[in-house]
């Protein structure tokens, strides 16, 4: 199956500061325009062996984004350099000079800006094409968010769970690490993708966004459609994690929670 050959051209349209992802299309078009250029042809050679295989690869992780990177930042700066080496001679002294300063505000103090404003969770950041913070960790959950919450909402269930309670998870490892940690080794740990698994009442479920499988998508979609989390581990206003406990009645009908967050 894996993810649509687009993948890594949509992370960079929508998690690139607009100003830049301009310059960076810019100096693309400018290179592409002067194909017998030294310049050019290290970008052509350094894109091509990175975005066609990676593109054709099933797997792709945002974090595979960093390779093509410093090529298309050259392509950016050099984009707004040739920029000014045109409007120079075009412009008055202190018209150049005000160009001057726009460029460098538009291409540092505003992605700093950015940074600022989306820390300390730089990685949910989306621009306007992305939708912005409405839409912070819709896009890449299994990047964006990964096992963020896990902690919390462990300690979560190892406080309110009794003694000897099944808790199934998409990351049954971490959250037996951390059940041992906490002292609440008596829980039994089951993992939500396991064929064999089988809700039952009195069960906590972990529900993480960013680690959906192929065999736990309907479950996660049943459970999410009927159910109510007891417990909401949120970063930024985002819900990284939720814990849901069976009712005592068939799991299909069922899924009460306490509605704490």
Known sequence: YGLPWYFYL???AVKTPLVILAAVLGG???????????????????????????????SK???????????????GGWAVEKFLAWSRGRMGRQAWRAAMAAAVVAMVAWPIANAMAWAPYNRLYLNALGGGK???????????????????????????????????????????????RLGRGDLKVEALFD???????????????????????GLIDLVEKIGRPGFVVRDDGVGVEKVYR??????????AGGGRK
């Open 10 to 12: 949509w992370v960079l």
């Open 134 to 180: 409405p839409n912070a960790g819709r896009l890449f959950p299994p990047d964006e968010i990964y096992d963020l919450g896990v902690r919390e909402a462990a300690e979560y269930v190892c406080r309110v769970a009794p003694r000897g309670a099944r808790v199934a998870a998409s990351d049954p490892m971490g959250l037996g690490y951390y059940t041992h």
């Open 246 to 255: 069976v009712g005592g009645r068939p799991a299909e009908n069922v899924l």
């Open 61 to 75: 992780w945002i974090r595979y984004v960093a390779i093509g990177l410093p090529v298309l930042y050259l392509a």
């Open 28 to 58: 693309l078009g400018l290179l592409f325009f002067d194909r017998n250029s030294l310049m050019s042809i290290f970008a052509r050679v350094n894109l091509t062996f990175w975005i066609v295989p990676y593109s054709l690869a099933g």
């Open 195 to 217: 064929p064999g698994y089988k809700i039952r009442p009195g069960d906590f479920l972990m529900i993480q966004d960013s680690r959906r499988y192929f065999e736990t998508n």
